[in-house]
């Protein structure tokens, strides 16, 4: 009799992992996800037209990309394009360029690629952003070298081990991932003169961007800035590009792309940006 009880609930029970796996999230989906909402990769690898990315060259490389006293920045190929993109590359050597910044011929990758940022990215998603790009459409396009006025390190530290991401139930830890790692926001809002300063500038705005837009400034994205913002307008800054006066914000905050966050991404980041130590 007790045996015939539990039948019924061990049936239930298999079923629901069956469709627990049935909706589990592929590498493809999560790198489709991150490649064109959080992590956006074509904000800077995707050449841009007066109306935003251009038809047909998605992931080809933009140049000029960057300029500053330090370097001219020119964003490579990285579509699978065998002689232009990296379609000769193996998975391992897309992942150590993207978390060590070196080349499968050993060179350096320099600013603003935020390596030291991208250590901290888990296995899963770098996998699931090798997934995206292997599925892009090879464009042949020769993107001409970055121009350092600045010595590159040899290394960005030792090689990278295993790394897993924060569980999203932790909505504040989950929301440092997001922001860092793979977003990246707190590279670029903690720029000085010298590079990212995340000991005494973390998330303090203050650098300027020059290109086509004309010159923008990082915000403080600390409570100092943004303290007296609510959640929803915050999301809207961070989506839309508009302030809370409806001013709008410039270029290179990539819009277009962080308009894709899911909800739950969103607010754990704000979460985030709420423990920031004020700047």
């Known amino acids: 009799m007790r045996a015939k009880t539990l039948a019924p609930a061990i049936a239930g029970a298999a079923l629901l992992v069956m469709q627990g796996s ?49 370097f001219d920045a020119n964003a490579p190929n990285i579509t699978p394009d065998p002689d232009t993109g990296i379609g ?40 699931a952003i090798v997934a995206y790009l292997r599925q892009v ?24 081990g295993t790394v897993k991401a924060p569980s999203p139930d932790d909505k504040v830890a989950y929301g440092a991932y997001l922001a860092g790692p793979l977003a990246h926001c707190t590279e670029c809002h903690s720029l000085t003169a010298k590079g990212p300063d995340f000991e005494n500038n973390l998330g303090g705005g203050g650098y300027e961007f020059h290109g086509p837009w004309g010159v923008s400034v990082a915000a403080n994205i600390t409570p100092t800035g943004i303290g007296d913002k609510s959640d929803d ?8 590009g508009l302030r809370p006066d409806g001013a709008k914000m410039l270029p290179p905050m990539g819009y277009p792309y962080y308009a894709n966050m899911k909800p739950a991404d969103l607010d754990a980041i704000v979460a985030y940006l709420r423990t920031l130590p004020p700047k």
């Open 22 to 70: 049935a909706m589990a999230e592929t590498p493809l989906e999560r790198g489709t996800y991150l490649m064109n909402a959080v992590v956006a990769c074509g904000n800077c690898h995707t050449p841009k037209g007066p109306t935003g990315d251009i038809p047909g060259m998605e992931m080809a490389g933009m140049a000029p990309m960057e300029k500053t006293p330090g």
């Open 88 to 127: 000769k590359w193996t998975d391992e050597q897309i992942i150590t360029a993207i978390r060590e910044g070196k080349r499968p011929d050993g060179t350096i990758i320099g600013p603003p690629m935020p390596i030291g940022l991208y250590r901290g990215m888990s296995d899963d998603d770098a996998k």
């Open 137 to 160: 459409p090879a464009v042949k396009n020769e993107i001409p070298k970055s121009v350092y006025r600045m010595p590159l390190p040899p290394s960005y530290g030792p090689p990278v």
């Open 233 to 240: 307008a915050i999301k809207t800054m961070i989506t839309a």
